[in-house]
């Protein structure tokens, strides 16, 4: 191999070591405790601006209802769902792969142009950690380097008294947000129910919440930044799902490089804006160096960004050393596009967007199927008339029971249901068949179209048209020969 290719490519193996190891970890496999520096500057207002309205968004949507109903129901124990309002089952299986199929696409094609904005700024886990968590630890055990004093301090009064104080304000908001979580999935009156009847009498709902609340309380007060980092599969993601025209939070090298220690005396010839000051490593909630490259640890939290903003306007250099950048519009100068990439997701995008609202447009509320009984052809009954038998399957997709009466349309005869009357249950699926006989004199063809009506209390709502099957009329002339 050429000397010069191989020297710059021991240069790049040695600059990307960082990467064989998580910034959270040791070398002999312990976990690195965090303690980043309190963040401030405009991206952490504004965060916390949009933390607090999408935390009142979810501490309120469960109150939210429509018709009685619950505005959003996650229910996965009994596969019933309810979205802005409208009640979704087992029946609309389609519609949720579909939907499923489109929110993958549209995360791919998301991260592929933004990077990883919404781990910054919608994540729940950052949103309560950053926003929650992290501040409650600010007020009661003050910023980082009081936090590490803190911690290799003795324990005296003061020490227990702020530790144990912390771990039950933690618990608290972990019952909280289990509770929050739960009302998503047993919907919030049942939840009212399981607080306020006897506990005796909801014990599988107690120890859910329990086990929640004990989930929460370990991701938040102990696992913390690595459920992004070893456990969030969207995180794990980002190699495979950034490209260098995506927009990460990123450290302009170009203009950073060769950093220096700051000196007021010396000018900025001959060296990059960086001053080695080592404050956007000192707020990182993860841990890491944001000046080494983008990494799978940095989830976006914007606090390098504010850090070396600050430290910019104090040395007089322009801000935005770390900014929301791509490493081309770093590294080439050039402007932002819409690459081919994302132009190929958008367009996938569309179309099952598209397919989606199409079949979201056409879902009724009962879906209603009615065929001839497979085998059978007709039946020749007394009275000189003609029977077919028919199956019948129906699907009640409201939140509603109804009382379902089957009428023939615009012919003359008999419908009969097999069995008793209809009633069908909110979400609820019914089998049945139904004898339909007409007179034989009426039926010219083989094959009759015929409607049947499908009513709710007299009020139609729907119409199926099938046929009906009748022996072969005999012609004149087979009615001489007999
Ligand atoms: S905060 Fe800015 S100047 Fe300071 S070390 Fe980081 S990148 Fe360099
Ligand atoms: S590198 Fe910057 S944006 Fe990324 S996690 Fe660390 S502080 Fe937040």
New binding site residues.
């Given amino acids: 191999m050429n000397e010069d290719i191989l020297e710059k490519q021991l240069y790049d193996d040695e600059a990307e070591t960082f990467r064989n190891q998580l910034a959270t970890v040791t070398d002999d496999g312990k976990r690195k405790w965090v303690y980043p520096k309190k963040p401030s500057g405009k991206f952490h207002r504004a965060r916390i601006i949009v933390s607090a309205i999408l935390l009142l968004i979810l501490i309120l949507t469960p109150f939210l209802k429509v018709n009685g109903h619950p505005f959003m129901l996650f229910d996965f124990l009994n596969r019933k769902f309810i979205l802005f309002g409208i009640l979704f089952g087992p029946h609309d299986f389609h519609l949720l792969v579909i939907a499923m199929i489109s929110l993958i696409v549209f995360v791919i094609l998301f991260t592929a142009v933004f990077g990883r904005i919404f781990c910054g700024w919608a994540c729940p886990q950052t949103i309560f950690m950053e926003m929650v968590f992290r501040k409650i630890e600010y007020w009661i055990e003050g910023d980082s380097k009081d936090q590490r004093k803190l911690k290799s301090a003795p324990w005296t009064g003061t020490k227990f008294f702020k530790k144990f104080t912390k771990q039950i304000i933690f618990f608290g908001i972990a019952f909280i947000i289990s509770n929050i979580f739960l009302s998503y999935i047993i919907g919030i009156d049942e939840l009212i129910k399981i607080i306020t009847d006897p506990p005796s009498e909801h014990l599988q709902g107690l120890f859910a919440i329990t086990v929640f609340s004990g989930i929460f309380y370990f991701v938040f007060s102990n696992f913390r930044e690595q459920a992004c980092t070893i456990v969030c599969p969207y995180g794990r993601l980002q190699g495979v799902l950034l490209d260098r025209d995506s927009i990460v939070i990123a ?1 302009d090298n170009i203009r ?1 490089e060769p ?1 220096k220690k700051f000196k007021k005396d010396e000018g900025w010839e001959n060296r990059g ?9 000192e707020v990182c909630p993860t841990g890491i ?3 080494n490259g983008s990494q799978l640890e940095c989830v976006n939290c914007t606090a ?1 960004i504010d ?2 903003d ?3 306007d104090k ?1 007089k250099r322009p801000r935005g ?2 900014r929301y950048a791509s490493i081309n519009s770093i590294e080439k100068k050039t402007k932002w596009k819409f690459t081919t990439r994302a132009i190929g997701y958008s367009a996938l995008l569309t179309v099952l967007l598209t397919v989606f609202v199409i079949l979201l447009a056409n879902r009724t509320d009962f879906s209603v199927t009615v065929l001839r009984t497979p085998g059978l052809l007709y039946q020749e009954q007394p009275n000189d008339m003609v029977s077919n038998l028919y199956d019948l399957n129906m699907v009640n997709k409201t939140f509603n029971k109804i009382a379902i009466t089957l009428k023939l349309e615009d012919v003359e005869g008999e419908l009969k249901l097999v069995g008793n009357k209809i009633v069908m249950q909110p979400q609820g699926n019914i089998d049945s068949k139904f004898l339909v006989l007409l007179p034989k004199d009426e039926l010219t063809t083989m094959n009759t179209p015929i409607d049947i009506g499908i009513y709710n209390e007299e009020k139609l709502i729907k119409k199926i048209s099938t046929s009906f099957l009748a022996p072969m009329k005999k012609t004149v002339d087979e009615d001489e020969e007999d």
């Fill in positions: 450290y950073g950093r804006d960086c001053i080695e000051c080592y404050q956007c490593v160096d944001i000046r390098c850090a070396c600050d430290i910019m040395i050393l770390i």
